[in-house]
């Protein structure tokens, strides 16, 4: 369950790891630089900002989320925020239907403490994931990037993720982007920091989330 460092001392262990373990990386590391992943405390918005985020670019997520807290949360997005917010509301910010449930699903699960958000600091990673698979509309990916941008976790690889997969392939110049077995086991060379890795290959192809 290592975590990011207040300090981010971490980070340079990590690229000295990574860099000696992987050839393919050490180049990127020298390209790119520092890593800047910066964790966000605000469990609660992170995960509405993972939803709002699914299967849309970046440019339109930001774009809801900036209507959203408009709409209905301008000191902030909080379960009580949302519950107070009627369906209605909810979609005139952009959001579809399925995620404007899914938000709803998700405050009141925290409302609640079925999904118990200031505790899960304390369990490993898969139950971390297996606490949040309850709500409507998250799935593993958006579970594991809960994990590396809010509970700052290091050693997460995001098999599923279509960018990664992508940066991989160029970088390595395969011929056709690696699937799971394949991304699994390049990622062993990069234990215990695969999320510092999948940061890296995220920003050589462009900006990432939550990175300065």
Request: glycine share 6%.
């Amino acid at each position: 369950m290592a975590r990011v460092s207040a300090n981010g001392d971490i980070y340079k262990k990590a690229q000295r790891h990574l860099a000696r373990r992987d050839p393919v990386l050490k180049k990127v590391i020298a390209q790119v630089g520092a890593c800047t992943l910066q964790v966000d405390a605000d469990h609660f918005a992170l995960l509405v900002r993972a939803i709002i985020s699914q299967q849309i670019s970046t440019r339109a997520s930001m774009s809801i989320q900036a209507r959203l807290r408009q709409a209905v949360a301008t000191d902030g997005l909080t379960p009580a925020a949302i519950l107070r917010a009627s369906e209605e509301v909810l979609r005139s910010a952009g959001l579809s239907a399925n995620k404007a449930r899914s938000l709803r699903d998700l405050a009141e699960k925290v409302h609640t403490a079925a999904v118990p958000l200031n505790l899960l600091h304390e369990l490993p990673d898969e139950e971390v994931i297996g606490s949040l698979l309850p709500v409507r509309g998250i799935g593993r990916w958006t579970a594991q990037m809960f994990l590396i941008f809010s509970l700052g976790r290091i050693d997460v690889l995001p098999v599923d993720d279509l960018g990664l997969r992508q940066a991989v392939q160029r970088n390595y110049e395969l011929e056709a982007i690696p699937g799971r077995d394949e991304l699994i086991e390049l990622g062993e060379a990069w234990r215990p920091y695969r999320s510092i890795a999948t940061w890296y290959f995220w920003r050589s192809s462009g900006p990432v989330p939550q990175s300065k």
